[in-house]
């Protein structure tokens, strides 16, 4: 055998074992992780508890209570379902604090007719204003959950189910499967409900305890890449120090041509005739996004502006618009990664809470509007937008307005995380004369050409 001819097999298996390690490399650094978990946010979730108080002649009486234990994700109108499959043949008789969507056949019940008979129930809400001898604790909210950071007083939703056909005891009563969350659209995705100690309760003057006669459990994670297939936000950038703005990246939640695969590619313009009939169809409820044509096609843009320099601090301003014509958004927030939150002086016109998901490590901030002032982000138009400024102090050790430092590293809105510029984008200063004009490619192609070149001479 030729021995030339086996160093030559030789090299092209290594170029070729070299490329696709250098292609798989450059893949999970170039799409997005699909997993539920949320570093910013590694123990949030939606907890599901059933707690049976009573047993009844034929079944019992539960208060089902979902608990937002996210930290800055939460679920806004219209508001969460709920749903399941029975485990035998259950019906609901009643309930109080919320209803389910369809009665079901009931027609083999003579007298009193339950609530619900269908196999798979799906409960909603209700909404406020609801007679009090409908109501429980922490019902009537039209299916709206804070976040937990937010308000964790409001982070909790309740209601009572009073369930026959069931069993009347601890050994013959089954759990529900096949939970379903949605809020109000897909993302979440519930583990299976687990029997666990039963919950404690404390009366009102904390003299007594009593306790469950059954509890459940259900863990509901979210999935930003089941809620949605295309991005809902994006971040532009400027600064004071230079003429350039850094635009959200094209087509970052769709094309308006809708062939990049990136989304259908509806939009409107905002100078369309008789806007309005396109936005609300008469006699028509459509939740599906609206949104103004733009090059990036996000429903939500968050522009961050480096706006001032003073010799102890420097000042942000930032800016949330609202491209959606058919969406209100209330109890808005917005999650900012940045080294110098540990620095933040002052905000104005924004709630603030310091996130800290790394111990010893303060560069994660949660924003939000204040009550009954911009809490309320309308739709896209002239009031479709909310401001605020940041005053950061500076420190000598690492402050600089070099090389992006002063723009977040990630910014997340109503917990779903935002599409950012690439960072040789950023707007740098004037007199700095490394900033790359080539693509960050470059140098990966480089190491590519050099290795291929090496294993061809061995």
């Known amino acids: 055998m030729d021995p030339s001819s086996s160093l030559f097999t030789v090299s092209v298996t290594k170029i070729t074992t070299f490329t696709i390690s250098l292609l798989f490399l450059i893949s999970c650094s170039t799409f997005t992780s699909t997993e539920a978990y949320d570093a910013l946010d590694p123990n949030g979730n939606i907890t599901i508890k059933w707690d049976v108080i009573q047993w009844t002649a034929d079944g019992y009486v539960a208060v089902v209570t979902m608990y937002n234990f996210q930290q800055y994700r939460h679920i806004q109108s219209p508001g969460w379902t709920l749903g399941w499959t029975w485990a035998k043949k259950e019906v609901i008789w009643s309930m ?5 969507t369809e009665q079901g056949d009931c027609s083999k019940f003579k007298g009193n007719v339950p609530h619900c008979c269908k196999k798979n129930p799906t409960v909603v809400d209700l909404l406020p204003g609801t007679p009090y001898n409908q109501q429980i604790a922490n019902c009537c909210k039209g299916g709206v959950i804070s976040s937990w950071a937010q308000d964790p007083a409001g982070a909790v939703s309740s209601f009572q189910v009073s369930v026959g056909a069931a069993g009347t005891t601890n050994k013959t009563v089954r759990v529900p499967k096949n939970i ?3 809020a109000p659209g897909p993302g979440y995705t519930c583990g299976p409900a687990k029997i666990v100690r039963p919950t404690a309760f404390m009366s009102a003057d904390k ?3 009593t306790q469950a006669l059954m509890t ?3 863990t509901c994670t979210y999935s930003q890449f089941l809620a949605q297939k295309t991005p809902t936000c994006c971040v532009s950038l400027s600064s004071f120090y230079n003429d350039t703005i850094v635009s959200c990246p094209t087509c970052a939640c769709g094309c308006q041509n809708g062939t990049a695969g990136t989304g259908s590619g509806t939009c409107v313009h905002p100078d369309t005739p008789h806007l309005a009939s396109v936005i609300s169809p008469p006699g028509k409820s459509d939740n599906t996004p609206l949104v103004q044509c733009t090059s990036h096609m996000c429903p939500i843009r968050v522009h961050w502006h480096v706006k001032l320099n003073y010799k102890e601090y420097w000042r942000v301003k930032v800016t949330v618009t609202n491209f959606n014509y058919r969406m209100n958004y209330s109890l808005w927030n917005m999650v900012v990664q940045h080294p110098n939150f540990d620095n933040l002086t002052k905000i104005f016109s924004f709630q603030y809470k310091s996130l800290t998901p790394y111990e010893g490590l303060n560069d994660t901030a949660m924003l939000w509007g204040v009550k009954f002032y911009n809490d309320f982000l309308s739709q896209a138009g002239p009031l479709g937008n909310v401001q605020s400024e940041l005053l950061f102090r500076k420190d000598e050790s690492t402050f600089t307005f070099d090389k992006g430092w002063a723009f977040p590293r990630r910014i997340y809105f109503n917990g ?3 599409v950012m510029p690439p960072p040789d984008a950023y707007p740098w200063l004037p007199n700095d004369s490394s900033r790359p004009v080539t693509s960050l490619l470059l140098p990966v ?4 050409l050099s290795m291929a070149f090496l294993f061809a001479h061995v």
Do not use: H, S, Y
Not at 96 to 100: E, H, K, L, P, V
Not at 445 to 448: I, P
């Open 96 to 100: 109080m604090g919320a209803q389910t």
């Open 180 to 182: 379903t969350l949605k």
């Open 207 to 209: 003299r007594r305890v």
């Open 216 to 218: 459940w459990n259900i």
């Open 416 to 418: 779903d995380n935002c």
């Open 445 to 448: 192609m480089t190491l590519f």
